[in-house]
């Protein structure tokens, strides 16, 4: 591996305390748990109503009181961004003695008395300004998926490690996932006149990750009595799949190969990449028609494999004790480059990336109407993809003819998507009927200084959408 790609992913600002980020926390608590309880009964609430079976379902929060004791930063580490900002990554852990209780109409009352939560932040400060506060925006994500442990009290007790505890546990994580882990990001904008396109921070590449093999492997222990008869009477050899996650992108799996404890994949997968601390977690199964049985999981970061020589042999545990397996996985990492004719260039195989598209959406400018009735937001359709932004909806003191959307919408693109690119599509939405929109052809993209182009698309009415649409091809990083 050449020095260049090396030295990107060693460098670092040196691990440095946070005495005084601890002391700003701990004198902003007051105002945190009273905002973190405002996002926790309206993120969560509705998500538990559409998630939680049967009588569950009502659950609402009661009593929300996240304690008195605030969350602890340390080992920061400052860089650079690409774009010319700040990236501070600092570690988060948060534990406490809480008071939170949710009821329903069918079902006694269920409280949470103890949370812990540890992960680790990243914090981009964008773009960086001559004009006070210096700093455009700051967005924050989890680098990873942070943990998150919750202590029951009362009812939920008999439920501890069963349906309530499970399912309130990952309906937290699935929102803090969808908008807080890579490449999902907060944006607080410091300066209300900020660039969102020049605060945008773009990925920094792909990762095509190859799960060849896997050693070792033996069949899951069966915990019924009667499964452990039929495994004496039957010899049970795994059939065998891989889950794959890396951040908040969509997981990916294998194909099961059957009756085999030394498994053979030699399949490969592309995941934008965000950020080189980025994990990469690795979970096999057991394929089975009664449910599939864990084997093992093994994980590891994007920046150490490739400082490995981009081949690593994770060692599989269960339940965290090893269990002597071990899962081969292969990696290389492609740069984004704006430069057309590697968008053009084959990928190695059918479906693999050979570019990505990126949308952001600024604004909506010049809208009309009543404004108790807007309820504007921007669609994105691309051949079969499909985005949206958030709709907004008239408070006093916004504007409502112009909003901001401020979000980015990622498209990869294909060999097959190249040779047939068609047009982007802006719409400009009112609830659920489109009252504009504006063409873009892909190849005015390729034509466009820097294969970006950004401007106010007219969309009719008198309307402007405010946005920026890039493309950029992939080249092996050395």
Same mark, same amino acid.
């Given at each position: ?357 990126? *949308? !952001?959406? =600024?604004?909506? $400018? ?5 404004? #108790?009735?807007? %309820?504007?937001? &921007? ?65 005015? *993209? !390729?034509? =466009?200084?820097? $294969? ?5 698309? #007219?969309?009719? %009415?008198?309307? &402007? ?14």
């Amino acid at each position: 591996m050449a020095s260049s790609l090396v030295d990107t992913l060693t460098a670092s600002g040196g691990s440095e305390p946070a005495g005084f980020l601890n002391d700003i926390v701990e004198q902003l608590w007051p105002n945190i748990i009273v905002a973190g309880a405002k996002i926790l009964k309206d993120a969560v609430e509705p998500v538990l109503d559409s998630t939680l079976p049967g009588p569950l379902s009502n659950l609402k929060f009661v009593r929300i009181d996240l304690g008195h004791e605030p969350l602890k930063l340390s080992n920061v580490d400052v860089h650079k961004t690409t774009n010319g900002g700040i990236k501070l990554d600092l570690d988060v852990e948060w534990k406490s003695l809480c008071d939170i209780e949710l009821d329903g109409s069918s079902v006694p009352k269920i409280g949470i008395e103890k949370a812990r939560l540890r992960g680790r932040l990243s914090v981009l400060l964008a773009p960086l300004t001559n004009v006070i506060p210096l700093i455009g925006a700051a967005q924050v994500a989890f680098i990873n998926p942070p943990t998150l442990s919750l202590d029951f009290t009362d009812a939920a007790n008999i439920a501890d490690s069963f349906l309530i505890k499970k399912t309130v546990q990952n309906t937290i994580l699935g929102i803090i996932s969808g908008m807080l882990v890579l490449p999902n990001r907060i944006l607080v904008k410091l300066d209300s006149n900020n660039d969102y396109f020049k605060t945008y921070q773009h990925h920094l590449g792909i990762i095509r990750l190859t799960i060849e093999k896997a050693t070792g492997i033996s069949a899951p222990k069966k915990e019924s009595r009667a499964s452990r008869l039929l495994a004496k009477i039957v010899k049970d050899v795994p059939d065998c799949y891989v889950k794959v996650n890396v951040g908040a992108e969509a997981e990916w799996r294998t194909a099961t190969q059957k009756n085999n404890h030394n498994p053979v994949w030699n399949e490969t997968h592309d995941f934008l990449v965000a950020d080189f601390e980025q994990a990469i977690f690795t979970d096999v199964q057991d394929d089975d028609l009664v449910g599939d049985d864990d084997i093992g999981i093994g994980h590891t970061t994007i920046k150490e494999v490739l400082l490995n020589g981009g081949t690593h042999e994770l060692p599989l545990s269960h339940k965290d004790e090893q269990t002597g397996a071990k899962l081969t996985v292969h990696a290389q990492f492609h740069h984004f480059v704006a430069d057309a004719q590697l968008l053009s260039a084959q990928s190695s195989q059918q479906g693999d990336m050979c570019g990505l598209a990126t *949308i !952001l959406i =600024a604004s909506a $400018l010049g809208l009309s109407g009543q404004r #108790d009735e807007l %309820n504007p937001s &921007v669609q994105i359709t691309y051949g079969d993809a499909k985005f949206s932004t958030v709709a907004k909806t008239y408070t006093p003191g916004t504007d409502i003819f112009n909003p901001s959307f401020d979000q980015s919408f990622r498209i990869p693109l294909t060999a097959a998507m190249i040779a047939n690119p068609g047009s982007f599509k802006i719409s400009l939405m009112n609830k659920t009927v489109e009252s504009g929109s504006a063409d873009v052809p892909f190849q005015q *993209i !390729l034509e =466009a200084p820097g $294969l970006v182009k950004e401007e106010n698309f #007219d969309v009719g %009415n008198g309307a &402007v959408v405010r946005a920026s649409i890039s493309v950029h091809g992939l080249q092996l990083a050395e």
